[in-house]
Every structure is written in structure tokens, then in C-alpha cells.
């Protein structure tokens, strides 16, 4: 296999990262197999979300979460409760 030197001067990049023949046409395939893997991770995940159920208990209590909400949020009550982390 020739070898073939480019000048500093001309823009180039760099071909398969240098990986040598064959190999360098199992960098698609590989591709391939990676993302068919990711595809499925992302589906078993949206099967999951999609089997919850909602929450019966979300809208009940309002004084007691409006409370909580005024209380913890803009007040930050449960951080200076210990304000050494903090700093």
C-alpha cells in the first residue's frame, strides 16, 4: 500500500481514524448494532412509561400542597435548616 504525504499547508482530515484494511468496514455494521441497541433500550423504556398508571392521589390535599410549595420553595425552609452544606 503506497503512502501518500500531504503537505502541512493543505486542509485534509483524517480517513477511518487510520484504521488499516479490512477493518475499516466493520465500522459501519458496528455502527449498526450499536444503534439497533439503543433503538430497543429507547423501547423497552417508552413500554415502561407507557404502562404506568396516573396517581389518585395527586389533586387531593390543595392547602397542604400550596403550603409545602410556598414553604420549600421560594423560602428554601429544608436548606437553611443546614446552612454549612451550603457554603
Given at each position: 500500500?503506497?503512502?501518500v504525504?500531504?503537505?502541512a499547508t493543505v486542509a485534509q482530515r483524517?480517513?477511518?481514524?487510520?484504521?488499516e484494511?479490512?477493518?475499516?468496514f466493520m465500522i459501519y455494521p458496528l455502527m449498526v448494532v450499536a444503534t439497533a441497541i439503543f433503538a430497543y433500550g429507547v423501547y423497552r423504556k417508552c413500554k415502561y412509561w407507557m404502562a404506568a398508571q396516573p396517581d389518585k392521589t395527586r389533586f387531593n390535599n390543595w392547602?397542604?400542597?400550596?403550603k409545602l410549595f410556598?414553604?420549600?420553595?421560594?423560602?428554601?425552609?429544608?436548606?437553611l435548616k443546614d446552612p454549612?452544606?451550603?457554603l
Open positions: 500500500m503506497e503512502v504525504t500531504v503537505p483524517v480517513m477511518y481514524w487510520h484504521i484494511s479490512p477493518y475499516k392547602f397542604a400542597r400550596i410556598i414553604w420549600d420553595t421560594p423560602l428554601q425552609a429544608r436548606v454549612l452544606p451550603g
